[in-house]
């Protein structure tokens, strides 16, 4: 582990060398001096077993020569390995491995040098020398590290006693992290886990006491207040389980962040948090191929569109671990892009080129950003995204979804945009819904586009989103503040969820996944029922909670699907990503549609354009008397409205 101190070299040090030599030169040089006296002191204790313990054989003069030219040595092999630079924590794996390095090149270079003197002590003391001065050196570091862990460690009277759950890696980074850290609250007095071959095993100095059935009994005898699941793999499934074992025992429940939150880095005393539900809906181990994620942003120009909402900004922040050359983030909703750019910089003083007021609906300011910005990567995350409030206006779901959506892809590939994903839905897949129609139009659109653009463009398609605005956790949340009653559709609704930051690592991962125009499908895991869900958050309430059920509203599912019927759940690239083929939709059919026709018949219409197979292209779809225009009246019922009284051609041709 790297050290938080300076050296010769680092900035700060060179800014102020006085007050480098004064505070951090002393505590090195007393290092090397420990280590030199211990060589010394290594070179007399071998050269008196050489003489089988005779203090008189040993030539003292030659002795303390030799120790002063060892110490020169082994100081110089020892800036040269870290050892005195600062580069280890005192007493870490790092340093002592720096130690065995430093002995290593000493005493060959000893053993030359005492020949060239003229064979001051026996060639065998220096090389016993060299074993005896490790040992000395590592018991002096290890004797000190003991002696500060002990002051940081807490008392057990002052702290909260807590049972740890995992006696992993994960554990063993919580585990330091409380013992370790002055301003820890929490102090960990036993380990749980399962796995039989840890039942004797002691974490610095705490016992796994038991498997998660022992929890109970454990938590009792070692007057336990809390329970810390220090998993950051653990599965969904897994801290439900544990949750329901540790609900009786009157403990506080707390867990560390998963793996996808921690990117790489150790837990910390201040990840320890009380179990959220998305710990216990949506949470999974996601790996992505970083080398092929990081070749295709790295160093490249990015556009997301709707930055500024849930998903578009969780995507920006992931987007900008991969050193884009540019990230520049589009929406129409300002304050959406003050609370993205404060997450990702701290500051949110709205004055980056790189944050973009547009309407995707408007092609004049589309065509601006992308000739002023020439992006070469391109998300595609803004959309309406409420059934109900959809199927009451269709038209809506016509402008922003469809229209907005063809003329991001037109003016993607009119810039020469490389490669753009189409953030998709659930409801796309054997849609009954306006929002389904419309977001399976524009996969078929995306497909379209593919089929013309130079790079790949293609579209991802997950369910229920956990943390996003409107998700049903934030509306059953904002009831239980209200008194409740919640409010559930149906006692078997199901549907699937996944966090935020799961959904866009694989989203991010599927756009560095080679298709032809594919909807790309993540793995949800399993479905839950929404029923289940209100009954955890209504027996958390601090009052009596009602479940109230209402019936489903139009255009929605008892359960939900990720897959249609003739999509094949084939996975060649990633093991959560499936995908699909899409039948490609000319954009040239969007002419036949009429934002102010009746809702009835431009639902229909909708529906038609979701469900047909590939649509033909060129002048039949210019033909009033065409097959185009007989579909189109035979999804509209055969109303008498004029296909061409549609939106302006202009608008998104």
Not at 34 to 42: F, H, K, Q
Not at 47 to 70: N, P, Q, S, W
Not at 111 to 126: E, K, N, Q
Not at 139 to 168: K, N
Request: charge should be neutral.
């Amino acid at each position: 582990m790297q050290s938080g101190r300076t050296w010769p070299g680092d900035t700060a040090a060179d800014a102020n060398p006085a007050s480098w030599a004064r505070t951090v030169l002393p505590g090195r040089a007393a290092r090397a001096g420990t280590d030199a006296l211990a060589l010394a002191v290594a070179l007399l204790f071998a050269t008196m077993l050489r003489h089988d313990g005779h203090i008189g054989e040993v030539h003292v003069a030659d002795l303390a020569v030799l120790a002063a030219v060892a110490a020169v040595v082994q100081t110089a092999a020892g800036i040269r390995f870290g050892l005195y630079t600062g580069r280890w924590s005192y007493g870490c794996f790092e340093e002592i491995a720096a130690l065995a390095k430093t002995v290593a090149v000493t005493v060959p270079v000893v053993f030359v040098l005492d020949t060239v003197l003229g064979r001051l002590v026996p060639r065998s003391a220096i090389i016993g020398a060299g074993l005896i001065m490790l040992v000395l050196a590592a018991g002096v570091r290890y004797a000190v590290r003991l002696l500060q862990d002990s002051r940081l460690r807490p008392s057990p009277e002052d702290g909260i006693r807590v049972v740890v759950m995992g006696a992993g890696e994960g554990a063993t980074q919580v585990i330091r992290a409380m013992l370790r850290s002055p301003s820890s609250r929490y102090v960990p007095v036993a380990l749980l886990d399962d796995d039989p071959a840890k039942r004797a095993l002691h974490v610095m100095g705490v016992p796994v006491a038991g498997n998660r059935y022992a929890m109970s009994e454990v938590v009792r005898r070692f007057s336990a207040e809390a329970v810390v699941i220090a998993i950051p793999s653990a599965s969904a499934d897994l801290i439900r389980k544990l949750t329901d074992l540790a609900q009786p025992l009157n403990v506080d429940l707390k867990v560390v962040p998963p793996v996808v939150e921690l990117f790489g880095r150790t837990v910390r005393v201040e990840d320890i948090r009380p179990v959220s539900h998305e710990d216990l809906l949506g949470r999974r181990e996601i790996t992505i191929d970083l080398a092929a994620v990081a070749g295709y942003l790295a160093g490249r120009r990015v556009l997301v569109t709707g930055a500024g909402g849930s998903i578009g900004s969780e995507l920006c922040r992931q987007l900008a671990r991969f050193n884009p050359a540019k990230l520049i983030m589009l929406d129409r909703d300002e304050s959406g892009l003050h609370a993205v750019q404060l997450s990702l910089d701290g500051r949110g003083m709205l004055d980056d080129r790189n944050l973009v007021v547009a309407d995707i609906r408007d092609q004049e300011r589309l065509d601006e950003v992308f000739a002023e910005h020439k992006p070469h990567v391109v998300f595609h995350a803004a959309a309406l995204k409420h059934l109900p409030l959809l199927e009451m206006h269709p038209s809506e779901a016509l402008k922003t979804n469809i229209i907005g959506t063809y003329q991001i892809l037109q003016t993607a590939l009119r810039h020469n945009v490389d490669r753009l994903v189409n953030i998709s839905t659930d409801k796309a897949a054997d849609p009954c819904s306006v929002l389904g129609y419309s977001k399976r139009i524009t996969e078929r659109l995306t497909a379209a586009a593919d089929a013309t653009a130079s790079g790949h463009y293609s579209s991802v398609r997950f369910g229920n989103v956990l943390g996003s605005r409107g998700s049903v956790l934030t509306a059953f949340a904002a009831q239980v503040e209200a008194g409740g009653p919640i409010t559930v559709t149906d006692p078997e609704v199901t549907r699937y969820f996944m966090t935020v930051q799961e959904a866009v690592r694989l989203v991010i991962q599927a756009g560095a996944l080679e298709s032809k125009g594919e909807v790309l499908v993540l793995d949800m895991g399993e479905p839950v029922r929404i029923a289940d869900v209100a009954r955890r958050i209504a027996d958390a309430a601090d009052q009596h909670i009602q479940i109230v059920y209402t019936g489903l509203r139009p255009g929605e599912k008892l359960a939900e699907i990720l897959l249609g019927p003739n999509e094949p759940d084939h996975r060649p690239h990633h093991p959560l990503i499936s995908q699909a083929p899409v039948p490609p939709l000319d954009g040239a059919v969007l002419s036949l549609l009429d934002a102010a026709a009746p809702r009835e018949d431009l639902i229909a219409v909708l529906r038609w354009l979701a469900e047909s197979p590939a649509l033909p292209t060129g002048r039949e779809k210019q033909t009033p008397g065409g097959p185009i225009h007989t579909e189109w009246h035979r999804a509209a019922g055969n109303r008498p409205r004029h296909p061409e009284a549609a939106l302006p051609p202009g608008r998104h041709q």
